[in-house]
């Protein structure tokens, strides 16, 4: 079985990352979703294990001391980590999965496994972010300010990327991801791990 492909994908908040993750989800059977754990606490209708692995402090410093995280951060005071044995499970089930994470984590990631391919999700423009980040009616007036601050910071990181998609139309931009996921399935050092390709080029 050929082992799936990590991709990374990364945007400022309100850019519809979660929307179009949860899209080629649905749309592709082969693709599955690290699901991270957070030290922040659950919101309504979340759920542990489904949403996020909610855990304490004590526990997150407990799985940093033991290496269990391919990456982890601080986000709004609130830490985030990918767990290393649930992505290499997931990859070596044949399945390709995205790891969802800042630009801080995507580094961290790039220095361990060299084969991530990773994406930035950039909104269509800035007054069309702040439009997002207001309509959604879950931030006060300071923390949409705030987020505007740290989607600039984040966008300053995009070039660092492998893709660059922009957000302006749904359909378009959920398109556009799948293909760059199939394409990562036609290359050659995944295709040479499979019986039928090998046989051909001996």
């Not at 599955?32 to 919101?43: F, K, L």
């Not at 005071?77 to 044949?94: H, L, P, T």
């Not at 391919?117 to 980040?133: D, G, H, M, N, Y």
């Not at 931030?139 to 492998?162: G, N, V, W």
Request: charged share 30%; proline share 1%; hydrophobic share 40%.
């Amino acid at each position: 079985m050929n082992t799936g492909s990590l991709i990374l994908i990364s945007a400022p908040s309100g850019a519809g990352k979660t929307s179009l993750v949860k899209s080629v989800l649905d749309a592709d059977t082969e693709i599955v979703v690290c699901i991270s754990h957070t030290t922040r606490a659950m919101r309504d209708g979340e759920r542990d294990g489904e949403n996020y692995h909610f855990v304490e402090d004590a526990e997150f410093d407990r799985m940093i001391a033991a290496g269990a995280f391919l990456e982890y951060a601080d986000v709004f005071g609130k830490r985030y980590g990918s767990s290393r044995q649930e992505v290499d499970r997931c990859r070596a089930d044949g399945k390709d999965v995205i790891l969802e994470i800042d630009w801080q984590g995507a580094d961290q990631v790039r220095e361990m496994l060299a084969d991530a391919v990773s994406i930035f999700i950039l909104p269509p423009s800035i007054t069309e972010l702040e439009k997002r980040l207001r309509g959604r009616g879950q931030d006060s007036a300071d923390a949409i300010q705030t987020r505007l601050a740290e989607a600039k910071t984040d966008m300053a990181q995009a070039a660092r990327y492998d893709y660059l998609l922009v957000n302006d139309d749904f359909e378009r931009a959920q398109s556009e991801l799948l293909s760059i996921i199939q394409s990562t399935r036609l290359r050659r050092e995944r295709q040479l791990q499979g019986a039928e390709v090998t046989k051909l080029l001996q």
